[in-house]
């Protein structure tokens, strides 16, 4: 059988990584170690899904290891060499307030970690397809710049009497803002271009918007859609930062963000960058998520507080630009628009 890693098994991006590629006749070894319950507390932990995968899945491998740990992780490698050829790398420290921290574990889960997958990959399975979980604060506030319409529920970027079709991959990454979350991640993406380029590795970077579905355990730090919808259908309370409630972010299905990354690994390139989300199609502001989820579950629910204080270096605009990852992969496109995946959080969370 083929081989895959996958780091992050249990979170949302790894989990359903490993479930396509079971259906795709891998054998797959995850790695977690289930950090995200030391990052947001209990409720968030995602063991119970390791539980789940083991359960369901003959061919799937958990390792409880830390991608911090290069002996660890050489442990694995050394065990199956050439027999990889597939590394989805989606283990992350993933919280721009959290980062904040403690700067140094933020750094060395993000970057460090990063740099261990990259260097044994290249030591003993150089053939193999990597495929990196990046992110748009690689550009850091850079997109605040724009010049924005407020409108009713949402600010939006109208130029020359025209909607924008979001941020490419030209964006600056200089001269902003990131967070320390953004650094430590932006570190990583450029590691990831680099083995790709100078070894000639084959190494896909994806800077994704807002990654979300139904198996998606937001938290008030990480995970806006998933949290926000989770906070209606529980009547519980949300703090809104910043910007009226108006910022604007494009929300992926964790599927349809898969399924680009299995286009890329049948056709892979070297060190390649994407940017990658809902596009303008799955794009939508807080005001009009939560007017959306009320509207499905056919609630009134208002129990939100709108702070005047935006998070540092938060978007008050953010719609990707998916025009260069169509264009290389023409048969990709979206399957899940925002309603369908709100209704699902929902069937999910109830």
């Known amino acids: 059988m083929k081989v895959a890693i996958v780091t992050g098994s249990s979170g949302l991006i790894g989990s359903q990584s490993v479930r396509f ?19 947001f507390g209990p409720e968030s932990s995602t063991e119970k899904v390791t539980d789940i995968l083991i359960k369901e899945y003959k061919y799937f491998i958990h390792k409880n290891c830390d991608i911090r740990d290069y002996e660890s992780l050489k442990n694995i490698f050394v065990e199956y060499k050439t027999k990889i050829s597939l590394i989805i790398h989606a283990a992350a420290q993933p919280s721009h307030d959290w980062a904040s921290k403690e700067p140094i574990t933020d750094f060395t889960i993000n970057a460090n970690g990063t740099l261990n997958l990259l260097e044994l990959t290249k030591e003993y399975s150089p053939d193999s397809t990597f495929i990196f979980t990046s992110t748009n604060k690689v550009y850091g506030d850079k997109p605040n710049e724009f010049k924005l319409t407020e409108l009713e529920k949402r600010f939006e970027f109208i130029e020359n009497n025209k909607l924008s079709d979001g941020v490419n991959e030209n964006m600056s990454i200089d001269n ?22 100078y ?47 108006k910022q604007v972010r494009d929300n992926i299905h964790s599927e349809d963000l898969i399924n680009a990354f299995w286009l890329f690994y049948l056709n892979p390139k070297c060190g390649e960058v994407y940017n990658i989300g809902g596009g303008r199609e799955n794009s939508v ?66």
């Open 21 to 39: 590629l079971i259906e795709k006749k891998f054998l797959v070894i995850g790695i977690d170690n289930h950090m995200r319950g030391y990052f």
């Open 176 to 197: 902003s803002t990131h967070s320390l979350f953004g650094v430590s991640k932006t570190s990583a993406d450029l590691l990831c271009q680099e083995y790709g380029k």
């Open 199 to 245: 070894y000639g590795m084959k190494v896909g970077i994806f800077r994704g918007g807002c990654l979300t579905g139904p198996n998606h355990q937001g938290a008030e730090l990480h995970g806006f859609l998933s949290y926000l919808v989770k906070s209606i259908v529980n009547n519980n309370s949300y703090t809104i930062f910043g910007y009226k409630g």
């Open 285 to 350: 502001s807080v005001l009009e998520a939560i007017e959306l989820t009320n509207e499905l579950l056919n609630t009134n629910w208002d129990n939100f507080t709108i702070i005047d204080k935006n998070r540092i270096g938060d978007h008050i605009w953010y719609i990707t630009d998916l025009s260069k990852f169509k264009k290389d992969y023409p048969e990709w496109k979206i399957n899940h628009d925002t309603k369908s995946i709100i209704r699902e959080i929902i069937k999910n969370s109830i």
